[in-house]
T-cell receptor
Framework: EADIYQTPRYLVIGTGKKITLECSQT?????MYWYQQDPGMELHLIHY???????EKGDLSSESTVSRIRTEHFPLTLESARPSHTSQYLC???????????????FGSGTRLTVV | AQTVTQSQPEMSVQEAETVTLSCTYD???????LFWYKQPPSRQMILVIR??????QNATENRFSVNFQKAAKSFSLKISDSQLGDAAMYFC?????????????FGDGTTLTVKP
């Protein structure tokens, strides 16, 4: 059962629209991440967060922005969607380094975005 | 920057047989973690197994085990007694132990088919 939730699961939207992809986790994890994944391909980190009010850009340049006002919530926004933004977006979180967890990620189910 | 390479885009195995997925990585760090994640078709990505670089003993989780060769920078995943439910894309991932960000770098993935 998922402890990290992404909505919507699928989204088809027109060019130029503003969209927000939601990601919430109930585990109290400080670290959260957004990855972009094209079908059948590797994951690219686009944003991450150490905790509240902390956000950083990832390795892959992205026109999206993120915010982290609450620990559990890490939404991703595209101000003006374009067909090149069509992809799957995966949200993940990570437990504290020295806790009883396994240092791995817990992933959400992803949002598959299509911009037409 | 660290890189992760999975040289087998696709693998197949007969049900109940054993298969090994390959992964190599490049790093100059001594403190790091390695992971294998499983992404079934249209389903959530989950952590399969992890390995701390400082541990010599290979990790094992039920039918899943790794062969960690630190000097060779190799981290292969062995799946024993393969089941139909093992069919998925498998990603190898690297995480530095020297940063608080907890970012992971992923390989390109290996698609595993299990034949009945």
């Amino acid at each position: 059962e998922a402890d990290i939730y992404q909505t919507p699961r699928y989204l088809v939207i027109g060019t130029g629209k503003k969209i927000t992809l939601e990601c919430s986790q109930t585990m109290g994890h400080d670290k959260m991440y957004w990855y972009q994944q094209d079908p059948g391909m590797e994951l690219h980190l686009i944003h991450y967060s150490y905790g509240v009010n902390s956000t950083e850009k990832g390795d892959l340049s992205s026109e999206s922005t993120v915010s982290r006002i609450r620990t559990e919530h890490f939404p991703l926004t595209l101000e003006s969607a374009r067909p090149s933004h069509t992809s799957q977006y995966l949200c993940a979180s990570s437990a504290p380094d020295h806790g009883p967890s396994n240092y791995g990620y817990t992933f959400g189910s992803g949002t598959r975005l299509t911009v037409v | 920057a660290q890189t992760v390479t999975q040289s087998q885009p696709e693998m197949s195995v007969q049900e109940a047989e054993t298969v090994t997925l390959s992964c190599t990585y490049d790093t100059s760090e001594s403190d790091y973690y390695l992971f294998w994640y499983k992404q079934p078709p249209s389903r959530q990505m989950i952590l399969v197994i992890r390995q701390e670089a400082y541990k010599q003993q290979n990790a094992t989780e039920n039918r899943f085990s790794v062969n960690f060769q630190k000097a060779a920078k190799s981290f292969s995943l062995k799946i024993s007694d393969s089941q139909l439910g093992d069919a998925a894309m498998y990603f190898c991932a690297y995480r530095s132990g020297n940063t608080n960000a907890g970012k992971s770098t992923f390989g390109d993935g290996t698609t595993l088919t299990v034949k009945p």
